[in-house]
């Protein structure tokens, strides 16, 4: 089994949500970044140290390598990466980064519009938009702050 299947398989049978791996250049450190939609305040420290401890039994019986493990939360400008994300933040705003150029931009920030049949609509100042899903290299929520 690979780490990704083995994290996502591990993770989600804690009831928690895989969001986003690191791995360091070596592979020695290995950050997984976890989320919990259905608490109303996310993960604190206690769902942290829950799934490190599970991750560590885990690896040692599979014999993964590695010299540092840290569990964190995805944060307020967490990654989007599944077609599901798109559609579960609909609303916020995200900054995206494409690997092809669309209409001569890589990089857009505007208002989630969700995410349907392989399309990112987006709500820019001026207009809305569609991406490709298949394009998208990187996506972010924009924190907002009172």
């Known amino acids: 089994m690979d780490l990704n299947s083995l994290l996502e398989t591990t993770v989600t049978g804690l009831g928690y949500e895989l969001v986003d ?4 250049p070596r592979g020695r450190t ?6 919990a939609p259905e608490k109303e305040r996310g993960v604190d420290v206690d769902d942290c140290a829950k799934v490190s ?9 599979e014999n993964i390598d ?4 840290e569990i964190s939360s995805p944060g307020m400008d967490r990654v989007v ?3 599901a994300d798109f559609e579960r933040f609909a609303g916020q705003e995200i900054q995206i980064k ?3 150029p669309h209409n001569n931009r890589r990089n857009f920030q505007g208002h989630l519009l969700g995410c349907k049949d ?5 709500r820019l100042d001026k ?3 569609e991406l490709e899903f298949n394009n998208i290299e990187k996506a972010r929520l924009v924190p907002k702050f009172d």
């Open 127 to 129: 207009e809305d938009t």
């Open 30 to 35: 290995i950050r997984v970044f976890i989320d």
């Open 98 to 100: 494409l690997r092809i």
């Open 21 to 24: 791996v690191e791995m360091s």
């Open 118 to 122: 392989g399309k990112v609509g987006l």
């Open 81 to 83: 990466k599944k077609e």
């Open 66 to 69: 590695f010299d540092r493990l």
């Open 53 to 61: 401890n599970q991750l560590t039994r885990v690896f040692e019986v």
